[in-house]
């Protein structure tokens, strides 16, 4: 519990609506690792990102204390709220700053966040091989927030609203009471029913626990707020249309938003000081080639040129970052992956001294889902991730595709899931082929394993799979060591690292990981370590070292398309199917009209 400090009571009585957020997902420093980090790792390990990131408490705020900046999530609440309160009614501050806000008038304190209990995907699993899963150094934080707001001495005339892609938790784990959460809010804020919700609250009626929010339809029906986001995210695109059946993000519709409203909203980032946009998206391939007469995995690659190209021109932007997109749009058109790449290599503070090929060793790190490398398990649970390709190709498609990533400095984040419901050794051993042939051919993607997690409302939801790191098997141990030991392999370079690295996973196996990872945990730590090479552990029988996998080149995949689809190619990218000469149908150009809304052209290849 926070003890409850004494403070005046606001001059004005308060803002009749206080939004705020975590600290750890609000702040605006050392970019999305450090938040990603303290979404994985658990509190007792705070010392390490202190030690890094001396200065990550340092906030920035306005005159009045209002918070500079504040998620995207938060910001657009405070946007779909000005369409009905004053903007004197409302207010987006940090946890420190809430007595300043919060009186005797304040009717509603709004919450966004993203992972408030640490319980998705790639947050738990990293904290329980640590030791605890229940506390993530975020989930303490947003705890700490929750415990303020509980503690407020108005706490009894106002309600406590929670939203944002991690409410779904509060909902599932019944925390309600123990957060002092009145509602969770499952949607959007633009949505008319969360305009009623809070209606309600300011009229101090009663509020649902939980209500579901519909999603706008289209693009007219999506807001944009004018004031700064945390990390410069700007929405980008919503849905994807992939269907996979363990994704939140794909139930919502598939809109790629207007190119006019995404600059309004990167320049009221630059306005308000920010330095770095990003654009938030499932799939940054879709942009531009949403709802055409093209289908949506045959990216537009004149649109998306040129919306990347005004971004990072624009003036005050000095970084610009990628979130989330699919690899198949790499094999489809590598000649956009290029021009992307010279667009904005220059803009990106990533950098992989060991690996990029830049002048300045600039890379590229979108997040990719990989998820399985075994063909029985992805025709299960994602039977179009691979589109236009068969799903039968998945490791060639995520081979060629990291191989073209790799070519023009994409070094990306890769997630797995391990412990499918169903998963059995040879689906594991598929994968392990997978990341074997990864390292075989000198391919590098960041890999980040994580434990089958049911999110609600995905076809998945019910489904059961692995729920502890205990339950793993010696081969899932494997798998999620070897990807962590790949991982690795750029930061060992320095004569000393690789003993250091020996001694230290060792040293932490004995002291706490054997016990709290059982048994089957500890031949794949031996193989982390390096301490015994995976030669002599595969002849002792320990690990399994991975088949040669034999893999299509991008010719042969591009041979796999349905003619109907060789009209949506692009001659420059070359491998043309057998029989088919260019040009074989005009490509796209993308012009933007006056109002900046998206007009299409032909244009011969
Ligand atoms: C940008 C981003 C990040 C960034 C920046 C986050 C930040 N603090 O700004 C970084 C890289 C740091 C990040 C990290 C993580 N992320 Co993230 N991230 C995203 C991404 C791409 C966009 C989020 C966003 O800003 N969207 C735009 C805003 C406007 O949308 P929104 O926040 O959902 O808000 C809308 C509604 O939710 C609602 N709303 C929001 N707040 C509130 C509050 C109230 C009161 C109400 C009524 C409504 C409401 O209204 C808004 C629209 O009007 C999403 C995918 C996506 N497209 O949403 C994933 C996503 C949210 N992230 C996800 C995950 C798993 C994570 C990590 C746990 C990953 C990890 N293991 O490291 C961490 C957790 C970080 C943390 N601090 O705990 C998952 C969440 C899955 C889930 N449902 O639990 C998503 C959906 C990605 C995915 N494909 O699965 N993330
Ligand atoms: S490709 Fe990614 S965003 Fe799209 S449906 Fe699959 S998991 Fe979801």
Redesign the pocket.
């Given at each position: 519990m926070v003890s409850q400090v004494a403070h005046p009571e606001p001059k004005d009585g308060g803002k009749l609506i206080v939004l705020t957020a975590p600290l750890t997902e609000a702040i605006d420093h050392a970019g999305y690792f450090i938040q990603m980090a303290m979404a994985s790792l658990p509190i007792w390990m705070e010392g390490v990102i202190n030690k890094k990131y001396p200065k990550w408490r340092d906030l920035e705020k306005n005159e009045d204390s209002s918070a500079r900046y504040m998620p995207a999530g938060v910001r657009l609440v405070e946007t779909s709220l000005l369409r009905e309160y004053k903007p004197d009614d409302i207010v987006a501050c940090f946890r420190e700053d809430l007595h300043k806000f919060v009186g005797p008038r304040t009717r509603v304190v709004a919450v966004s966040t993203h992972n408030p209990l640490g319980v998705t995907f790639a947050a738990g699993v990293y904290t329980s091989i640590f030791g605890s899963s229940r506390m993530p150094i975020n989930s303490h934080y947003s705890r700490e927030l929750f415990d303020s707001i509980k503690a407020s001495p108005y706490r009894n005339t106002f309600k406590v609203i929670v939203g944002g892609s991690g409410g779904w938790q509060i909902t599932q784990t019944d925390t309600f009471t123990e957060l002092g959460v009145d509602c969770v809010v499952e949607g959007r804020s633009e949505s008319v029913d969360t305009l009623e919700l809070f209606r309600k609250a300011v009229r101090q009626e009663e509020l649902p626990r939980r209500i579901d929010v519909k999603h706008p339809l289209d693009r007219e029906g999506i807001l944009f707020p004018d004031s700064r986001t945390t990390f410069g995210v700007v929405e980008m695109t919503t849905g994807?249309?992939?269907?996979?059946k363990?994704?939140v993000?794909?139930l919502n519709p598939q809109i790629d938003l207007p190119k006019d409203k995404i600059m309004g909203a990167v320049r009221a980032n630059v306005r308000d000081g920010n330095k770095q946009i990003s654009l938030a998206t499932?799939?940054m391939f879709i942009w531009g080639q949403v709802h055409t007469d093209t289908p949506f995995y045959f990216p537009n690659r004149e649109a998306l040129v040129d919306l990347y190209s005004d971004i990072v021109n624009t003036p005050g932007v000095e970084q610009h970052v990628l979130s989330?997109s699919?690899i198949a749009p790499a094999v489809v058109d590598p000649t956009l992956i290029k021009q992307l790449s010279e667009l904005l290599l220059p803009k990106s503070p990533i950098h992989f001294p060991y690996l990029s090929s830049h002048p300045e060793k600039k890379a590229l790190a979108p997040l990719i889902?990989l998820e399985t490398g075994s063909v029985r398990m992805a025709k299960q649970i994602?039977p179009s991730?691979g589109v236009p390709f068969q799903i039968d190709d998945w490791p060639s498609i995520v081979l060629e595709g990291l191989r073209v990533l790799n070519e023009n400095n994409w070094f990306p984040a890769m997630t797995l899931i391990v412990g499918n419901p169903g998963e059995t050794d040879e689906d594991v051993m598929d994968t392990l082929d997978l990341i074997y042939e990864m390292e075989r051919r000198g391919l590098f993607a960041f890999l980040i394993p994580s434990i089958f997690t049911p999110l609600h409302d995905t076809r998945m939801a019910k489904a059961i799979g692995v729920t502890q790191t205990k339950q793993l098997t010696p081969l899932q141990w494997q798998l999620m060591m070897k990807c962590w030991k790949m991982n690795l392999r750029p930061g060992l370079y320095s004569w000393w690292g690789p003993t250091a690295w020996r001694v230290g996973s060792i040293g932490m196996w004995l002291y706490k990981l054997r016990r709290l990872n059982g048994p089957n945990f500890t031949w794949p730590l031996w193989m982390f370590s390096g301490a015994i090479s995976e030669k002599n552990l595969n002849r002792m029988g320990k690990i399994y070292m991975g088949k040669p996998l034999k893999i299509k080149t991008r010719k042969e995949l591009i041979a796999t398309l349905r003619p109907h689809d060789w009209q949506f190619l692009r001659a420059d990218n070359g491998d043309l199917p057998e029989g088919c000469t260019p040009p074989i149908k005009p490509g796209k150009i993308f012009l933007p009209n006056v109002q900046g809304a998206i007009g299409t052209a032909r244009l011969s290849l």
């Open positions: 994807c249309g992939r269907r996979c363990f994704c993000p794909d499932e799939d989330h699919t889902g994602m991730k």
